[in-house]
């Protein structure tokens, strides 16, 4: 079994585009000459996919621009071992498919939320897609935690009334089952202006930076160690406490009818204030 993150993270978004495209493990084995189970062990990571079964799987699924970034990505992993980056078009979207192939999915922000809590007027501000739907209350991937540092809930006074409802649907999450974990302003989380994801795939845990430009994946267990950090001093209740003084401080701040200015100039100081 390779302990590298490579191959889980390649496997994880081909086990999605097949899903995708309804098709069962006994479909591409029978194209490659393998047994499903080979398929299978090359869709959780415990087999590593060579190129030519890569080509194969992607010309089957109709995998588009995301070909020749999984190509990308085999090639970077075989060639640093312990990492690769996703710099290709679609990167959020195959960080989403194997967050999909996950056991347990951890998310640690400290500027942004991460999408499948945002609400569309927040996605819309901040230059990204939400994942919210009408009618479902809480996000779709398996069990994720959501552990926020309180700054990232707290900012935004220049648009204290587009966070309040950001807030209060937090807050409807949290009522609805979503986990989230907000740690408090006494507890500040040493990290850079970003969302670290940890995904335990089914061949083994793969850690995900989520930058500006593109998806780092690491191995290395000293990344998960700052979400057990985290999540060490925080808990539902004080989640909760703190969801609601920032929706009444926002809710209050917007009833002054202070002046709205840009989203994205707050957004400029928030990514200062973590620096």
Same mark, same amino acid.
């Given at each position: 079994m390779t302990t590298e993150p490579t191959p889980r993270v390649v496997g994880a978004i081909l086990r999605d585009a097949r899903e995708r495209r309804m098709m069962l493990p006994e479909q591409p084995a029978e194209l490659l000459g393998i047994a499903p189970e080979t398929v299978l062990a090359l869709e959780s990571g415990r087999?590593?996919? *060579?190129?030519? &079964?890569l080509t194969a799987l992607t010309r089957l699924y109709r995998c588009g621009q995301d070909t020749w970034a999984l190509r990308r990505l085999l090639a970077l992993g075989t060639a640093r071992g312990d990492s690769a980056r996703d710099s290709e !078009?679609?990167?959020a979207r195959r960080l989403a498919a194997c967050a999909g192939s996950a056991? *347990?999915?951890?998310?640690? *922000?400290?500027?942004?939320? !991460?999408?499948?809590?945002?609400?569309r007027d927040y996605a819309r501000a901040v230059a990204e897609r939400s994942t919210v739907r009408h009618g479902a209350p809480v996000p779709g991937t398996a069990a994720p935690l959501y552990v926020l540092d309180v700054r990232v809930i707290r900012r935004g006074s220049a648009t204290a009334r587009l966070m309040a409802e950001q807030v209060e649907h937090l807050l409807d999450?949290?009522? *609805?089952?979503?986990? /989230?974990?907000?740690?408090? &302003? &006494?507890?500040? /989380?040493?990290? !850079? !202006? &970003?969302h670290l994801v940890e995904l335990d795939l089914p061949a083994g845990r793969v850690l995900a930076r989520r930058g500006e430009s593109g998806v780092d994946y690491h191995r290395s267990d000293s990344l998960a160690a700052r979400i057990d950090a985290a999540l060490a001093v925080t808990d539902r209740t004080s989640t909760y406490e703190a969801l609601e003084q920032a929706a009444a401080s926002h809710r209050a701040l917007a009833e002054t009818g202070t002046a709205q200015s840009s989203w994205q100039t707050s957004i400029e100081g928030r990514k200062a204030d973590v620096r």
């Open positions: 087999h590593c996919v *060579s190129t030519a &079964e !078009p679609g990167y056991l *347990s999915v951890r998310w640690l *922000s400290t500027v942004l939320l !991460p999408a499948a809590l945002q609400t999450l949290v009522d *609805s089952g979503t986990r /989230i974990r907000v740690v408090g &302003e &006494e507890h500040p /989380i040493a990290q !850079p !202006p &970003e």
